[in-house]
């Protein structure tokens, strides 16, 4: 494994744990449950701000990676290595009611300072184009605000941010912008998806990294073009993992879905050759507890190399 720092110590130990290209091994959490123990911490804040100090954890743009490190100590607490202090209860500030609370800044409308086509509902209704011209590409740094705009507006689950390890893509045909597409970190458990690997629970943490979840899937409203969804699937899927490669210095091998089938049928992935594994549970992670009341979804996989099951499942 890498280096790590830990208060100027260096480790080099087995690892346990991969998360968002950190390597946890025992000295990492003996140096996370000698700062639980030391009390020298107001809260899970501020603790995940030593922890990020320390390892010199930070984000693309220099910030620390504050947000990732709270969310690595919930997880390792679920796992069972560590016991974090009570989380403390922010209470409603006097004579500020629900409806008063500030909620996350919107999204600016037009005009746009981004390179995707403006918003322009010209319809695209070629059933029998030709997609030989269609391209798939991740969108430049320019282009975020654009998608996070398309997503807001057309995307029936709205703009969410995408934290952690991710790639976002756009699909031309010819000059139009048609389709816009978002992967994210794979979703932290699925049964089915554990079963069709062969996962043990100690290699599931180890290799979860290498598993990529399609979050996002938006084909315009106005484009209707045969076969257009599942031709922009499989475009995305043949450059996945070695844009992953190049961004985030790992590949990935296999992708996953989940799909609302009280919305959609799937077809675009089963076009596409993705494997359907099966319903989900319908439950949702809250902090560290998984809790019922989500809708179920349908589970789709695509292997991204010829032997992704076996590179997946071994216990290194």
Sequence with gaps: ????????????????????????????????????????????????????????????????????????????????????????????????????????????????????????????????????????????????????????RYHYLGERPVVGEHLLYAAFLDADLVALIGWAAASMRAPARERFIGWSELTRRKRLHLVVNNVRFLVLPWVRVHNLASRILALNLRRLSSDWQ??????VHLAETFVDTSRYRGTCYRAANWIYLGQTAGLHKRGNRYRSGATPKALYVYALHRRARRLLSVDD
């Excluded at 995707?116 to 798939?136: K, Q, R």
């Excluded at 190049?246 to 590949?251: C, I, L, T």
């Design 246 to 251: 190049d961004r985030w210095s790992h590949p």
């Design 1 to 152: 494994m890498d280096a790590v720092e830990l208060g100027g110590e260096v480790a080099r130990e087995a690892v346990l744990v991969r998360y968002r290209k950190r390597e946890i091994g025992a000295r990492e959490l003996e140096f996370i449950r000698g700062t639980i123990a030391s009390g020298t911490f107001g809260g899970r804040v501020e603790l995940s701000r030593i922890i990020c100090q320390a390892w010199n954890w930070r984000q693309a743009n220099g910030a620390l990676s504050e947000c990732a490190c709270r969310d690595l100590l919930l997880r390792l607490e679920e796992w069972g290595h560590i016991k974090l202090p009570a989380g403390q209860r922010r209470g409603r500030r006097p004579g500020v009611s629900q409806a008063d609370k500030p909620r996350r800044r919107p999204i600016p409308e037009l005009p746009l300072p981004v390179e995707l086509i403006p918003i322009v509902e010209i319809p695209i209704g070629d059933a029998d184009a030709d997609l030989s011209t269609l391209m798939v590409r991740p969108i430049a740094a320019e282009e975020r605000l654009g998608w996070r705009v398309y997503m807001e």
